[in-house]
């Protein structure tokens, strides 16, 4: 009998729900996952997925049933309601459950609509946090995105919208933010909407200009990871419209405690050394991994 089977038949027949976990996947890398993490793949009965999480990643639970739950921009894509019922189903049968999110699963990943239909249901959840890939990209750089002096705040801003029809009509009705108030801006998911980020920025926002420092990097902690570097003016006129890869989650950031003396060039486009793939692919071998077989 296969170990996935007999997992499934114990927690049948004890009646006893199982645990769901929400875990940040990280940035992109596999070991840049999270201790906790990590172990906790390597006990997980079923594991789903979003669907920019990294093959290498899904390597370290291979005991589990891997169901891909991700949503794309302008592909098709899982609604929520149904992610949240495979949730519930799944503490039905399994044990350990693992809700694998790229970057932190609170910021940007819908962890309150999944946390709240399982604890209606019954079903204890816990979250394990995740390295955002504003941190991921801003360690890439080498730039912080604070600095004395510059700035001293920052925001993270997605134009994304829910297009689920389970939004109430209050929840259809709020806009996203235009123009946070804050010296460093990082917009995830805004690869289409990159020239009017730009331009709305250089119209309505006094902390803004044409010249200030823009920085953007696509599949950040990744081997595939690249990095525009240019001016807001630069970004408002398009020149990175062609660049940007449709597969490849991009992050906007903007802001003076960007502006890098080393990339000066209009529109420079550079190859960064991601997370080594030896290092990666070693991982899952690890003593920490074998450790956390015994307990999460």
């Known amino acids: 009998m296969s170990k996935e ?14 645990k769901v976990y929400l875990v940040g996947a990280g940035p992109g890398a596999a070991d840049l996952i999270t201790v906790r993490g990590a172990k906790l793949l390597a006990q997980a009965n079923i594991v789903f997925h979003d ?11 291979p005991q589990a049933e891997l169901v891909a739950v991700g949503k794309r921009c302008g592909k098709l894509s899982s609604a929520q309601q149904f992610i949240n019922k495979r949730l519930v189903d799944a503490a039905q049968k399994y044990k350990i459950i693992v809700r694998l999110k790229g970057g932190d699963p609170m910021l940007f990943g819908r962890a309150d609509e999944e ?13 394990v946090p995740g390295i955002t890939a504003a941190l991921a990209g801003a360690a890439s750089l080498q730039q912080s995105l604070t600095l004395r002096g510059i700035s ?34 990082v917009y995830y998911m805004g690869r289409k909407d990159a020239a009017k980020i730009a331009k709305q920025l250089i ?37 990175a419209d062609d660049w940007f890869d449709s597969h490849s989650p991009a992050l906007i950031m903007v802001g003076e405690a960007l502006r890098n003396s080393n990339s000066n060039a209009t529109g420079s486009e550079e190859n960064l050394e991601g997370s080594s793939s030896e290092i990666n692919n070693s991982l899952q071998d690890t003593q920490v991994l074998a450790n956390g077989r015994r307990r999460a």
């Open 5 to 18: 089977l007999s997992n499934t038949l114990n927690q049948s027949a004890s009646g006893e729900l199982g």
């Open 51 to 61: 669907a920019l999480v990294e093959p290498e990643m899904l390597a370290l639970c």
């Open 115 to 127: 946390i709240t239909a399982l604890k209606a249901a019954g079903i204890r959840v816990e979250v």
């Open 152 to 185: 001293r705040s920052v925001a993270f801003i997605t134009l994304a919208q829910g297009t689920d029809h389970s939004l109430s009509n209050q929840d259809k009705t709020l806009q996203p933010i235009t123009n946070p108030n804050a010296d460093t801006l």
């Open 203 to 239: 119209e309505q926002s006094p902390n803004q200009t044409a010249s200030t420092p823009v920085q953007i990097l696509e599949a950040v902690s990744t081997t595939r990871e690249r990095l525009w570097s240019s001016t807001l003016g630069e970004l408002a006129l398009g020149k």
